[in-house]
């Protein structure tokens, strides 16, 4: 990844406590998961934002009733004797 030198003006003591919080062993460092987290929180909140606008179609709802088959290969465990009825 190219990086390169920057000037930035910071909160000293917000940027030592964001440095504690992320055990960064560097201010770059902590900088750099800084952004990295907001890019990712961004891009989460756009694609929400996005699919909050459009509501799904019926066949993507219909998706949701489609039958599940289950084969964990355990017919023969008595799940019940192991972890009893739940109610």
Not at 28 to 36: F, H, K
């Amino acid at each position: 990844m190219a990086r390169e030198k920057a000037t930035v003006t910071l909160d000293r003591k917000k940027a030592a406590t964001a440095k504690a919080l992320v055990h960064a062993k560097s201010l770059s460092e902590t900088i750099e998961i800084a952004l990295d987290r907001l890019i990712h929180v961004e891009q989460l909140r756009r694609d929400v934002a996005a699919y909050a606008r459009r509501p799904p179609t019926d066949e993507e709802l219909g998706i949701a009733d489609l039958p599940v088959q289950l084969d964990l290969g355990d017919e023969d465990v008595d799940y019940d004797a192991i972890y009893g009825k739940r109610r």
